[in-house]
Each structure stands twice: as structure tokens, then as C-alpha cells.
């Protein structure tokens, strides 16, 4: 997730490694601290690979700023792993609202649709904390009060996902439809 965040970021606008540590940190940090041990290191790949590129510019009346802006090959990369996520990058909610912070990058709304069905998909499917033979657990069978709330938590949170994922789906099908 690293990765898509720094394409995605640097998709909107150029910036040095202090900012970009910064807004990713916003986005990701509460899940996965960044640190520069696992920045740069990305840093330096996507610049190996082609997808970012740094350029020297004048400060104001500080030192000169190295700038890292993402490359014609890094947007691609960037659309790819947006269209393609991975079943993980679905599934687990740190990953996927990562993804879906930066889906508005896909230019076309049956792609964007695509992956939200994908999570709907999986939010749709019967799973639970504490399941029994694969069957979710009743709220009500649950006697301990933290894993009690555990479930309702858990389950608001998918019902107001759902309801927020179908509107979406709904309003991008109108576009959709209203384009051709």
C-alpha cells in the first residue's frame, strides 16, 4: 500500500519526500506507521523501475529541494494496480480504503464500478467474528460483552458500507448510462 500511495500522491501533484511522508502518514499512518526506512527505500525503487523521477529545484532562500514527480510509466503502474487490485487490497480494510483513496485516478467509471463491486462482493458474503462451523455468530449467543461489541461494531460498519458502496455503484451506472 506504500507503493500505491506514493504513485497516487505524487498522481495529484509534485512533491519532496518530507511532504509525501507527511500526507501519506495522514492517510495510512493511524494503521502503519511510515517511516523513512520504508520510504525511501520505495522511493528508490519506483525510481529504479522508471515510475518516479527527482528534479533539483531552487528553494525560497533555503537550499535547493529535490522534487519527485511521477513519470508517464508510474501513471500507468498507477491505473494498473487501481484496475487490478489484488484480493488482499479487497479484503483487508487498511488496504482497501487506501485503493479507494485514490480510485477517482481511474478515468473511466466502469472501472471504478469494477472494483467497488468487487468489495461489495465481499462485504455481501456471510462472515463473522467468532463463526461456528462456518455459520456467523448470533449477536444475541455472544456473552461476552467486548466480543458482543465487536459484532455489532463490525456489522454497522458493513451495513453502512454497503448502503454507501450500492449509491455509488447506482450513481455510476447513471453516468455511465447518460455518456452514451
Do not use: C
Amino acid at each position: 500500500m506504500l507503493t500505491l500511495s506514493i504513485l497516487g500522491f505524487l498522481a495529484e501533484r509534485p512533491m519532496h519526500a518530507y511532504e509525501l511522508r507527511r500526507v501519506i502518514s495522514d492517510l495510512i499512518g493511524h494503521s502503519r506507521p511510515v517511516s523513512d526506512g520504508a520510504l525511501y527505500p520505495a522511493i528508490n525503487r519506483l525510481r529504479a523501475a522508471g515510475h518516479l523521477e527527482r528534479q533539483a529545484e531552487p528553494g525560497d532562500g533555503a537550499p535547493t529541494r529535490q522534487v519527485l514527480r511521477i513519470t508517464d510509466s508510474g501513471r500507468a503502474e498507477l491505473l494498473r494496480r487501481l484496475s487490478e487490485p489484488k484480493a488482499s487490497e479487497i479484503t483487508d480494510s487498511s488496504s482497501y480504503f487506501t485503493l479507494l483513496a485514490f480510485l477517482s485516478q481511474l478515468p473511466e467509471p466502469e472501472q471504478q464500478a469494477a472494483v467497488l463491486r468487487r468489495r461489495l462482493d465481499f462485504l455481501t458474503r456471510p462472515a463473522s467474528f467468532f463463526s461456528r462451523s462456518g455459520e456467523p455468530a448470533r449477536i444475541k449467543d455472544v456473552e461476552d460483552r467486548y466480543r458482543r461489541g465487536m459484532l455489532i461494531t463490525a456489522r454497522a460498519a458493513n451495513r453502512a458500507e454497503r448502503a454507501w458502496l450500492e449509491e455509488t455503484l447506482h450513481e455510476l451506472t447513471t453516468e455511465t448510462s447518460t455518456r452514451t
